[in-house]
């Protein structure tokens, strides 16, 4: 009995995975006005009955990739750091691991960002709004690079004077801002992500948040 519960769940988690998969490519692919259930569907080769018991409409499927991407990245990027490392070390470590996670998932940065750019023509569910605003109020609260700055502002490795939680939002503004002009499909066609420029990217980053001339 519990093994055929097992077996149902896992089904259950693999339908949803495969729903999920589908709509990233999609909406990727079409923008995210143009898809519709039907098409997530036949992408995935299950059904709307399948589609209605993981999600209640497809805005909601929308929402539940932009968060999934987003938990991934912070969560790969945060798990860089090393307890017996500087502050800025950490940050570091962070920085460079961002940058590789883009690299091998360059699809994550390109929803995220076509994501953000439609987010106030989609008009979601009042519901699903607020769900999507605790969400990220609660990013910028607990942010994922705040404690590396705040080792480094105690071990003296960041002495940059502006406040811990808004330095973290600040890098994390610039990091994605320039990850996803590289990653946007013109930007990638006219030139390859080039490894200087994300360096000079990261170098810069830390060079701020260390406040290195203040001589």
């Known amino acids: 009995m519990q093994a055929n519960e097992n077996w149902h769940q896992q089904l259950k988690n693999q339908n949803r995975d495969e729903l999920i998969e589908a709509g990233k490519h999609l909406f990727l692919k079409y923008g995210l006005l143009q898809v519709k259930i039907k098409d997530i569907c036949a992408e995935a080769n299950l059904s709307r009955v399948t589609f ?20 991934s990245m912070t969560q790969h990027v945060g798990q ?9 070390e950490q940050l570091a470590a962070m920085l460079n691991a961002w940058v590789s996670f883009a690299k091998k998932n360059p699809d994550h940065i390109r929803f995220i960002q076509l994501f953000d750019i439609n987010y106030e023509v989609v008009h979601f569910q009042q519901e699903l709004k607020d769900t999507y605003e605790r969400f990220i109020q609660n990013g910028k ?3 994922f690079l705040l404690q590396a700055l705040i080792s480094g502002v105690a071990d003296g490795s960041i002495c940059n004077t502006t406040p811990p939680l808004k330095l973290a939002q ?14 946007t499909h013109r930007s990638h066609e006219l030139h390859q992500l080039d490894d200087q420029m ?12 260390g406040n290195e001339d203040k001589g």
């Open 80 to 88: 860089a750091t090393s307890p017996n490392a500087s502050g800025r």
């Open 52 to 71: 209605y018991k993981h999600f209640q409409s497809i805005d909601e499927l929308l929402l539940t990739i932009q968060i999934q991407l987003v938990e």
């Open 198 to 209: 994300t360096k000079q990217l990261v170098d810069m980053l830390l060079h701020y948040a």
């Open 141 to 143: 609260e607990n942010h």
């Open 170 to 183: 600040f890098i994390f503004t610039v990091m994605m801002g320039m990850l996803q002009k590289m990653f």
